[in-house]
């Protein structure tokens, strides 16, 4: 996750992390990716049940009948053990999550035990009083998946009238106080409507913006021939970092993030090594805080069937299961060969990553692409899109 308005427009600077000893327990929201000691963000994918059929769900989603895996109180004790362990975040995702018609008390429960709860949806099923209830729940965060465009997103989502339905949802999350931000997937069927996702997030007056790099999962591995390549990448990041600082020099507040794709952070701290050798040196700082891809570290996922993972992309890799064992005691298995790997990729990537000058704040990127495309955990990412000149060592 790289946070463009933070590092490109100079909202934080490496002060504003240090000041809180960056501990993850201690550290706002908005700082918590340079956290030091990386205890991990739990995606829990609590439903495979989805009310969508969206042709890149890494999840796989099937219909929204149907019964869930994990019970409310076999997850009420899988929460109470991250709350304990110290994990900062729990994310609940699907599938659709707002087809579990418990999420708004385990996300309460979750923030009763001092954990931050936020809910990645599509956002068809958000109703004015579902929105209070999650406000109620004491909700961070409501990140809503839209695709571009009301006639794009439709088609991405095939369901007519998802995108209404969507911006609706918005507006409810928006009337009770519930923070509501965007997430959109780039690939090459939409990247033309990355300024109508901006054109939306001023219009509707929403705060934040999370742009995914696309991962080969799920039903997003048949859409790995329509992945951006490396020149269309570079520009629909330049194209991300000239409209947030054109929000940022009108004066407008918004957060933009660019997500999965590691090699965004080197890539913005060489344009700004151009425009502002000053900031770039801060930013530098700052990325090394951040340290990149931490799957397996910083970053887990619990599956709908309890199978932990050491991200949503990579279900293929299988640590153990919260149904038998508490996830404290899988994520500290020193015992797991893969998992342990994980903790210190830099020792295990070959070829070009393994001596890129950026490798301690890309950290290899995503081993999951990797695996996809060559065969190799280790290799490297086919989506880094940094010339051999601009990682070699100068």
């Known amino acids: 996750m790289i946070g463009i308005s933070k590092l490109y427009c100079g909202q934080v600077e490496p002060s504003d992390a240090l000041r809180y000893g960056r501990d993850s327990g201690r550290l706002p929201s908005h700082l918590l990716q340079f956290s030091r000691d990386k205890k991990p963000v739990v995606v829990w994918n609590m439903t495979r049940r989805c009310n969508l059929k969206c042709v890149h769900c890494y999840a796989g989603a099937v219909d929204s009948e149907g019964e869930d895996d994990i019970s409310t109180e076999q997850a009420k004790k899988m ?24 999420l708004a008390e385990l996300a309460a429960y979750a923030t009763s035990l001092g954990m931050r709860a936020v809910i990645s949806t599509n956002g068809t099923l958000i109703s004015r009083q579902k929105a209070r209830e999650l406000k109620e729940a004491d909700l961070s965060y409501v990140g809503i998946s839209l695709d571009g465009g009301r006639e794009v997103h439709d088609r991405f989502r095939a369901v007519r009238g998802s995108f209404d339905l969507a911006l609706k949802g918005i507006e409810n999350c928006q009337a009770e ?14 990247v033309g409507e990355v300024p109508e996702l901006f054109r939306l997030m001023e219009e509707l007056e929403i705060p934040r913006i999370c742009f995914y790099h ?13 992945d951006l390549d490396h020149r269309e990448t570079r520009r629909a990041v330049d194209l991300i970092m000239d409209k947030t600082r054109s929000l940022f020099e009108r004066g407008l507040s918004r957060e933009v993030l660019t997500v999965d794709n ?8 060489l344009r700004l090594k151009r425009e502002d050798p ?13 340290e990149g891809n ?9 599956s709908w069937d309890g199978k932990v993972h050491a991200d949503q992309f990579w279900r293929n890799h299988t640590f153990g299961n919260v149904l038998e064992r508490p996830f404290s005691e899988i994520w500290t298995d020193s015992s797991i060969p893969l998992l342990s790997k994980l903790k210190e990729k830099h020792k295990h990537v070959t070829g070009r990553c ?4 950026f490798l301690n704040i890309c950290g290899g990127n995503f081993r999951a692409r990797a695996e996809s495309v060559h ?13 051999d000149e601009e990682i070699k060592v100068q």
């Open 294 to 302: 931490s799957s397996g570290r910083g970053f887990s996922c619990v």
């Open 177 to 190: 106080g519930l923070k509501v931000g965007l997430r959109f997937t780039m690939n090459r069927r939409n």
């Open 214 to 226: 696309l991962v080969y999962s799920g039903r997003g591995s048949a859409l790995v021939r329509e």
């Open 262 to 269: 590691h090699a965004d952070g080197p890539y913005l701290w």
């Open 79 to 102: 929460i109470m053990d991250l709350a304990a362990f110290g994990a900062p975040v729990m994310l609940f995702s699907g599938g659709e999550p707002l087809v579990r018609e418990d």
């Open 278 to 290: 000053r900031r770039a040196a801060e930013v530098f700082e700052l990325l090394q805080f951040n």
């Open 375 to 387: 065969g190799d955990i280790w290799a490297p990412d086919p989506a880094c899109y940094l010339t």
């Open 354 to 357: 393994a001596s890129c000058r």
